[in-house]
Structures are given as C-alpha cells and as structure tokens.
C-alpha cells in the first residue's frame, strides 16, 4: 500500500493478517487409509483449502479414546507419510487423551487413538496433538512482515473480546499463503471467524 505526502512516495506495510480457523481434523498415511477405507482407496475432495494442494476430503472417520468418542471427522488431503489426528482441548477431554502442543509433524511421543472406518479400525501409538498456533507465509510475505521461518511472535485481535496470541510460529514456504492458523477453541474465546484479520506484533 502506498500514500503520497508532497512530491515523496510513503510505503506503508501492513501487519493484518487473515484468520483460518482450523476444526478438529484426520491426516492418514497410504497404509492408514488402505486399512480405513480399502486397499488403493483414493480421498476425493469435498472443497480445496486454502493453502495451495490441501484439501477437505469427502471421506470422514471416528475417534475412539479411553473415555469417548468423536464420531464424523473429516480428513484432510493430501495422504502424508504419518497419521495426525488434531484436535482442540474440549476435543481431547471428551476422548479422555491429554496432548502434547506440537507443530504439525512432529508427533514423536505424542497420544494414542484408535482411528475407524467403513473398512475396519487403526491404533495409532502416537499422533494425536494440540497443533501449535502459527502462520502460514511465503517467503515475499514474510519478507514485508519482517519475520523468518520458525521465528515466534505475538498476533493481536480486536473486538469485545480482544486477546494477543503469544508464542506464535511462523511457517514460511513458497507453498505457503499468508494464513494465521488457530484451533475452535481459540477461535471461540476471541470470537473469531475464518476470514477475519488479526495484527502481527513482533
């Protein structure tokens, strides 16, 4: 964005930033979803999301933990090399799991949780994860934003209910679209709604 003062041009950056909020959600490796759904079973896509070749699948499965159950969550696509299931903390109270906060992909001695499907059932023995707040960025965003890949910041909302989200990581990518990322939960103690902005605060 730019503004004129006289004769000299003024280049004013903006920190707003777009919100995504992120439901509780199912990523299968091939071999989980060979057992979930049939051998070389392939997700369709029930709508693009909004970073670039992710997407809601049609297909949905069920949580099964110690003390609960979450019946119809959708997975996302595309298949990764490991199950992650994430889920918000009212989620994991009800299955009876106690996650770790982690950056999605790093689920190395995180919680257990038995995935079903049409086909049959899998235990996963690690996987299931509070995922960290973050911003997705590419890197001409992160550029203008003045932040680098892994670096944290504060993100400030507005409103009734306004809060400053610390500890906030940022992903930086040329796959990568500007996209603040949080769960229901946060979501819902600031009210507020994918397609809203929020300030970067370094």
Known sequence: MTGNMGNEVVVVKSNM???????R??????????TLFGDGYELTVYRPLSQPEQYAANE???????RGRIDGVR?????????QVEVSMTDAIKLGVRPPVRDSGAIDGSESITIEGPNGAV????????????IHLHPDSAAELGVTDKQCVNVKTSGPRAVVFCNVL????????????????????????TGDEVELVK
């Open 123 to 134: 235990t996963i023995e690690q996987g299931v994860i509070l995922a960290q707040r973050h």
């Open 25 to 34: 959600h199912v990523h299968l490796s091939r071999e989980d979803v060979d």
């Open 17 to 23: 930033i777009p919100v995504g909020v992120s439901a």
């Open 170 to 193: 940022c992903r930086v990518s040329p796959s990568f679209t500007k996209e603040f990322h949080i769960d229901t939960d946060e979501a819902n103690a600031a009210m507020l709604c």
């Open 60 to 66: 949905k499965v069920n949580l099964v933990g110690p």
């Open 75 to 83: 997975i996302l696509g595309p298949v990764r090399s490991r199950t």
